[in-house]
């Protein structure tokens, strides 16, 4: 027993040290890339926006499809069927009259359930800590399955609807902000023009 486990200390020598820069080389990634990404957010906050809600919106369906979690995929199809449509309307040029109410519409609805779905989940954490479930007759396990289930709805699809909808608003106001421009420039260019046709009659006078 004692020469095999000397034959095993013997094998695997030096490799604490190659542990130990592994470690280093792993925090070392960890703080450089956070370094990035905060230079990143701060000097191109749009592309930083729309990269990170790409990711969060897509990528959970691989694991969704992978792990057979077909609850969550049916709600996220549904979501973003209805969250492209808005999108699409909020980005159009000349913006709809109605598409402002549409889009704040939409996303307070979800803000609203998402809100709920949280607040339901942590409850049922709470009561599941405390043992009220057995109140119930419902095991830990389920109640707290239950309960963490609620809580990532709530918290997944409220950060993503606001991220949304901040693009949207984005959107829907420089919109706004270049049909209000355009507006202006063409009212001051036939105020110009009334006042060039105005001038000649006064002279003539």
Known sequence: MRVE?????????????????????????????????????????????????????????????KLHWWRFLVIWILFSAVTAFVTFRATRKPLVQTTPRLVY???LLIYKISYATGIIGYMAVMFTLFGLNLLFKIKPEDAMDFGISLLFYGLYYGVLERDFAEMCADYMASTIGRCSASTSSASAAGASWERSRRVPTAKRR
């Open 5 to 65: 486990h000397a034959r095993m200390h013997a094998k695997h020598r030096g490799h604490e040290a190659m542990h130990a820069e592994m470690v280093l080389i792993l925090i070392a990634t960890l703080v450089v890339a956070q370094l990035l990404l905060v230079q990143w957010k701060q000097r191109h906050p749009r592309s930083y926006n729309m990269v990170t809600l790409f990711q969060m919106w897509v990528v959970p369906v691989y694991f969704t499809v």
């Open 105 to 107: 519409k939409w996303f």
